[in-house]
């Protein structure tokens, strides 16, 4: 399987493209480098799975006690 990072590997300004008016500002401007590591990524997929999962449940719920509410009400 092949293994991939969350963080990609950082470019050095010589390896960027040709354009070389200001070296300085072009060796990164990932967001990613904010992210920590693995950990901190594997964490939020995590919650994300966890809310998407918790939302699911509720939406299933509210679809089969809203007909049942509209019965008891008539």
């Known amino acids: 399987m092949t293994y991939i990072s969350a963080k990609p590997a950082r470019q050095h300004a010589e390896s960027l493209p040709a354009n070389d008016n200001d070296r300085a500002t072009l060796a990164d401007l990932s967001f990613l480098d904010v992210i920590n590591d693995e950990d901190t990524v594997a964490d939020i997929a995590r919650r994300a799975e966890r809310l998407g999962h918790a939302t699911l449940i509720a939406m ?15």
């Open 60 to 74: 299933a719920i509210g679809l089969a006690a809203l007909p049942l509410l509209c019965l008891m009400l008539v």
